[in-house]
């Protein structure tokens, strides 16, 4: 066997180990890959997908079919009535943040179901100057999550009475929590539906698009949001976003993305559109490479002491693997090690650094051909207690678990581990 970059050679031996107690997995996830390549194909032909749809528009963006287009068919991969599809969202924080503000008004009340939201959302929600939620009067309460991390599915009739928006974060984040699965969102839009049937349900979908056969929007959410440069663009979406849901609620969202009363009428794609396109297009094979490469890293890392979650043989509902490392060398150590076997800057050393939006410093570990996207492998973590580290991404799967292995040398090389 080739060892082109000199693993210890019994590392290797507990990664095959790893592969065998994957089998299982695996087969699993191909299969779910299968249908979403499928169900993609379908959305192109039956939208009628031709070659002038990928050509850009300058200037307002009048009649940019190609634009119009390509929310038709994100809409209908996504189990959509309509969606929003711009390279001119910044980021998923972005996206959400113009949901947000699109559909709620002084007054309303939006309640997380999941605890609460991601980091970067704080300042969105509670932030005392620039113009947050709170400053325009709209008011915030939250569900905590189970002890255990799961969903509390009993204390959600009582929370959501009189929301505006019942809001679901899909994935971990910076916690050990496991992910929502589709079926969770269907639970949970169940209950709400019987206390508060106006209630708008939205879920932050990122890093969770295509992990599964169905979307939130396929088992009764309004409107779902996420980033193109994690799942849905495939790994070739230079930059971008969505939002997905009711047509109304589009329509909301699209007047605080441009002006009230044009809406999705205007803003031009400028060259975005091909690799948007060609980004969904890849979508379903890349989120598979990512999830048998998340797989792989929780068999792998459980067998080397540490512990992962989710486990590698658990239903999976996003391309997030945390592993639990136990100290600031060893996350350093580890993020190093995923660097090293990056395709980009992989001669750089990631250090700890003060970024925007988090109250600790972070490391990052993301040599990749698009900066910070997620669905090529990347790792990232606040240095804090329990020391753990949010692996993602992954374009091909032999790469991807090529990067593991470099992360378990590195932490190999520097005491961290022994074998």
């Known amino acids: 066997m080739s060892n082109y970059f000199n693993i210890d050679k019994r590392l290797l031996e507990l990664a095959d180990k790893a592969e065998e107690n994957c089998s299982e997995a695996f087969g699993r ?21 031709g070659e002038m749809h990928l050509k850009g528009t300058t200037g307002y963006g009048y009649g940019d079919d190609g634009r ?47 605890g609460t939201p991601y980091d970067t959302l704080n300042e969105v929600i509670f932030g005392e100057r620039g113009g947050s939620l709170t400053e325009f009067g709209v008011k915030y309460d939250q569900l ?20 505006k928006v019942a809001y679901i974060q899909r994935s971990r984040g910076y916690s050990l929590r496991p992910s929502i699965t589709v079926s969770e969102i269907g639970e949970m839009v169940d209950i709400i539906r019987l206390v508060n049937p106006e209630a708008i349900v939205m879920v932050d979908n990122c890093y969770g698009e295509l992990v599964e056969e169905k979307e939130p929007c396929d088992v009764g959410a309004d409107i779902i949001i996420g980033s193109l440069i994690k799942n849905l663009g495939g790994g070739i979406a230079e930059t971008g976003g969505y939002i997905a849901g009711r047509r109304d609620l589009i ?30 297009f890849n979508a379903p094979v890349a989120v598979k490479s990512a999830v048998k490469t998340a797989t792989f890293a929780s068999a792998f890392f459980s067998l080397l002491g540490f512990t992962a979650y ?11 693997t945390a592993i639990q490392l136990g100290s600031r060398k060893a996350l ?19 250090e700890p650094w003060d970024m925007p939006g988090y109250d600790s410093q972070v490391i990052m570990a993301a ?44 932490l190999l090389d520097k005491g961290v581990i022994s074998l």
């Not at 996830?29 to 997908?49: H, M, P, Q, Y």
């Not at 969903?151 to 929301?163: L, Y």
């Not at 990232?380 to 292995?405: C, K, N, S």
Request: proline residues 4%.
């Open 144 to 163: 905590d999550l189970l002890p255990d991390g799961r969903v509390n599915f009993e204390g959600i009739s009582e929370k959501v009475k009189g929301c």
């Open 332 to 350: 350093i150590a580890f993020c190093e090690g995923i660097q090293s076997g990056s395709p980009v800057d992989s001669f750089v050393t990631p």
């Open 68 to 114: 119009d287009k390509l929310d038709s068919v994100f809409a209908q991969v996504l189990g959509a009535e309509d969606a929003l599809v711009r390279h001119t969202f910044v980021n998923g924080t972005h996206a959400i943040s113009t949901a947000l503000f699109g559909i709620l008004r002084p007054g309303d009340l939006m309640v997380s179901l999941t």
């Open 29 to 49: 996830i191909e299969k779910t890959g299968r249908a979403n390549s499928e169900k993609v194909l379908k959305a192109f032909i039956d939208n009628r997908v």
């Open 367 to 410: 040599g990749a051909f698009t900066m910070g996207a997620s669905i090529e492998l990347s790792a990232d973590a606040p240095l804090r207690e329990p020391f753990a580290v949010w692996m993602q991404g992954g374009l091909t799967y032999d790469t991807g678990r090529m990067g593991i292995l470099l992360a378990a040398q590195r």
């Open 310 to 320: 989710p486990g590698y043989d658990e239903y999976r509902s996003d391309i997030i």
């Open 251 to 280: 329509e909301l969202c699209s007047y605080r993305l441009t002006t009230v009363g044009t809406g999705k009428e205007v803003g031009c794609s400028l060259n975005q559109n091909r690799g948007m396109y060609l980004g969904l």
